[in-house]
């Protein structure tokens, strides 16, 4: 099973950008599509944006639609988040997630039980 850390996160300014990046490493990393969450204080984990195995396709959360973008890199077993015009309702740890991808599988982008491996997570705060 894959392990992923993230880092990236940090204290920053309404309308600033942060890119976030998850390492995976233990598995092969291009055969997973990859997901990234986010869980504010006292709220539910939520969806912010997927990516398949092979980075043809991307999902992502209305309120994060043209302001984030889900890359990966499988030459360096990297899935990165640009996040930009960030807004304080963006706070909140971000988490990367791996889902297991290959023939005849479905992709499920926004359901995290269909994410076998997480990360720690990282702590994005944003001040207006």
């Known amino acids: 099973q894959v392990h992923l850390v993230e880092s990236g996160g940090g204290l920053v300014q309404a309308g600033d950008s942060l890119r976030l990046s998850c390492a995976a490493t233990g598995g092969t990393f291009s055969s997973y599509a990859m997901g990234w969450f986010r869980q504010a204080p006292g709220k539910e984990r939520e969806f912010v944006a997927a990516?398949?195995?092979?980075?043809?396709?991307?999902h992502y959360t209305n309120s994060v639609e043209g302001r984030f973008v889900i890359s990966r890199d499988n030459a360096r077993d990297t899935a990165l988040l640009q996040m930009s015009s960030l807004k304080p309702e963006d706070t909140a740890v971000y988490y990367c997630a791996a889902q297991t991808s290959g023939p005849g599988s479905t992709w499920y982008p926004f359901r995290a039980d269909k994410y076998g491996s997480w990360g720690q997570g990282t702590q994005v705060t944003v001040c207006s």
């Open positions: 990516i398949t195995a092979s980075g043809g396709r991307t």
